[in-house]
């Protein structure tokens, strides 16, 4: 499944000299576009080792590329296996409130991989809590990102990425 988390862009984190989201303050404006741009990254433990999944976003392009590791904290490069890299474009929606109280951006994502994934398209959504860049819970037994109809409504609360580099 983390494997998929290759497919779905991520985006945004937030390091302590930037905009914060205040979750009582539906009122402010959030600069969705600033937030986003930079360089996310989180380590996950797999089987047999683990994946280093970072993201790129800057201004509308992203790149995501997922490295494999042999141990568990990302640290000795699977020599055996190839990166996974995605490129495409993303287009920032709506912000919503979530029934969770946090509001999040609604994301439409272009694959430059057309045949990749979903004809080459994802509707999904982000958000940027406590210094950490959450996704649409992609795990969910109703994920479809096909349509913007079928966009997530909560977000992925187990696999926060952070902030590693702005743009």
Request: net charge negative; aromatic share 8%.
């Given at each position: 499944m983390k494997k998929f988390l290759s497919l779905i862009p991520a985006v945004l984190l937030m390091s302590a000299c930037q905009i914060s989201i205040e979750e009582d303050d539906d009122s402010a404006e959030v600069d969705w576009e600033t937030l986003v741009a930079g360089t996310w990254q989180a380590c996950s433990e797999l089987g047999f080792g683990s994946e280093l999944y970072t993201t790129m976003q800057d201004g509308g392009y992203w790149q995501d590329t997922t490295e494999y590791?042999?141990?568990?904290?990302?640290?000795?490069?699977?020599?055996?296996?190839?990166?996974?890299?995605?490129?495409?474009?993303y287009t920032l929606k709506n912000t919503l409130v979530l029934e969770d109280g946090v509001r999040a951006?609604?994301?439409?994502w272009t694959y430059d991989q057309t045949d990749e994934f979903n004809d080459g398209e994802c509707y999904s959504l982000y958000s940027v809590v406590g210094g950490f860049l959450y996704f649409g819970d992609i795990y969910s037994e109703d994920f479809d990102c096909s349509t913007p109809e079928k966009r997530s409504v909560k977000l992925d609360y187990d696999f926060p990425l952070v902030k590693i580099a702005d743009i």
């Open positions: 590791f042999t141990d568990k904290e990302c640290k000795e490069l699977d020599t055996t296996q190839d990166a996974d890299v995605f490129t495409g474009t951006v609604e994301v439409d």
